[in-house]
C-alpha cells in the first residue's frame, strides 16, 4: 500500500518499485491523503474541478503503475494535518486492505539536501501513515469502533520511507523506470516541460542505481516492524546483499 499526500506523489515516489512488485506477484493499492486542490498557479482555479482533474490524472497513472485501486480520502490540500481524523482514516484502509508493507513520504525530511523544503502536507502524511501502521492499524482498541465493525486489527510488517536523505534499501526498478515516466506523463495539469522531468527522474534513478550496480534504482529508509518468518530466505539475502553493495559504494564515494 501507498500512502501519499497528493496526487502525483506516488508516481514521482515509488512509481517504479511499486510497478516492480505488482509485476513480480505483489497487489498495490494506492491512498492519496488529498486531491491536489491546491496545486495551480491561478487563484481564481476552482479547487473542485481542479481536485477533480488531478484525481482522473492519478487514477490513469495509477492503472499504469497497476494498483488494484486508488483511494481519495478528500482531505484539504495544504493544510493536512496528522491528527485522529487523517489517522482513522488511514487505518481504516490498512485493515481494509491488510497490506504487508506500507510505502510513505520519510516524515523526517524537513529540507532536501539543503536543496528545497519537503512540503507540509507530504511530511504530515508521513506522520499519519507512520502511526496509523503503528500502533494503531494493529491495536484492536485503537478506534475500536473499527473492529467492533468487523475491520479487525492488522500487522504491517514494514515501513519503506521514500523521499529519504536516509535511505537503507535501494529497489532495483531498471525495468520499469519507463513506466513510472509513463505514469508522471498522466499528470498533465502538474506538468510544465515533461522532457525535463523525464532527464531528472532518469538522472536520479541512475543516481541511485549506480548504489547497487544497476542502471536505475528507486531509494527508501525501510522500517522492519515484524521480521518475516514466513518469507523465502533467499529474497532476505538478496535484500541484504543490495544493502551491503550500497553501504561499499558509498564507503566509496566517502573515500574518493
Ligand atoms: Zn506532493
Redesign the pocket.
Known sequence: MVI???P??AD?GPAATAASWIGQGSVGWLVCCTSGDAGAEDPDTDPLELAALREREQRAAAEVVGYAGVTFLHMPDGALVNDLILREHLVREIRTFKPDAVLATDPETLFYRDRGVN?T??RAAGYAAVDAVYPAARNPMAFPWLAKQGLAAHRVRRLYLFWSDTATVRIDVTATVDRKLEALRAHASQLKDFDEVEKWTREWTAEVGKEIGVEAAEGFHMVVIDEDDDVDAGGEARAAEAGEAAEAAQAEAAAS
Open positions: 501519499a499526500a497528493h502525483d506523489d514521482f512540503h502536507d507530504h
